[in-house]
């Protein structure tokens, strides 16, 4: 069965501080990992994408890190702000194809405390 | 323009009711998706057009009929639907034919089934 498991389910961080949000696949054949970000009353939003040909992909304080051995990975939101405060999902697919259909995880909710 | 917009934002509708909910891009998008998402859960995906075709249906009621007029717009026909329908109806779009390209949300439909 496909599935990602995500935790934590919600994270509470202070401003400034590190956010740390992780993903458990079991499908070997996907190899599209991104993660999106969602507020309330809106869509969700692709905030970062890696694939497996590398470990770490950095974009500004958004990080994803890569454990292709154990199926892992990770988002990383340095020096957090309280508008970071939204609800991000990881997903799973295949790169390629006409379709794309995407495994969500379950979702962690992320408060930044000012 | 990279939008994926929603019509109506809102909506609620009786059990016996029949309704639509549309979705368009000017993105020259050729795969389009709708995803229903309850609270706090993950967007879970119904039904994906590629080329205007319907490609995946993930064994969605028949009360739910999809349909693809053009390679811009999307409509979702509603019909004798139930309360456990109530929830935010997302639709996407993507780049068809090609590898990775990131799957753009709309707002979403909020729908309230009495």
């Known amino acids: 069965q496909q599935q990602v498991k995500q935790s934590p389910q919600s994270l509470i961080v202070q401003k400034g501080g590190i956010s740390i949000i992780n993903c458990a696949y079991e499908n070997t054949a996907f190899d599209y990992f991104p993660w999106y970000q969602q507020f309330p009353g809106k869509g969700p939003a692709l905030l970062i994408a890696?694939?497996?040909?590398?470990s770490e992909k950095k974009e500004g304080r958004f990080t994803i890190s890569f454990n292709k051995s154990a199926k892992q990975f990770s988002l990383h939101i340095m020096d957090s702000q309280p508008g970071d405060s939204a609800t991000y999902f990881c997903?799973?697919?295949?790169?390629?194809?006409?379709?794309?259909?995407?495994?969500f995880g379950t979702g962690t909710l992320l408060a930044v405390q000012p | 323009d990279t939008e994926v917009t929603q019509t109506p934002k809102h909506l609620v509708m009786g059990m016996t009711n029949k309704k639509s909910l549309k979705c368009e891009q000017h993105m020259g998008h050729r795969a389009m998706y709708w995803y229903k998402q309850k609270a706090k859960k993950p967007p879970e995906l119904m039904f994906v057009y590629s080329y205007e075709k319907l490609s995946i249906n993930e064994s969605v009621p028949s009360r739910f009929s999809p349909e693809c007029p053009n390679s811009s717009l999307l409509n979702l026909h509603l019909h004798a639907l139930q309360p456990e329908d109530s929830a935010l109806y997302l639709c996407?779009?993507?780049?068809?034919?090609?590898?990775?390209?990131?799957?753009?949300f709309g707002p979403g439909t909020r729908l309230t089934v009495l």
């Open positions: 996407a779009s993507r780049k068809a034919g090609g590898p990775g390209h990131e799957q753009f």
């Open positions: 890696i694939r497996p040909d590398v």
């Open positions: 997903a799973t697919g295949a790169y390629g194809g006409a379709t794309n259909k995407l495994i």
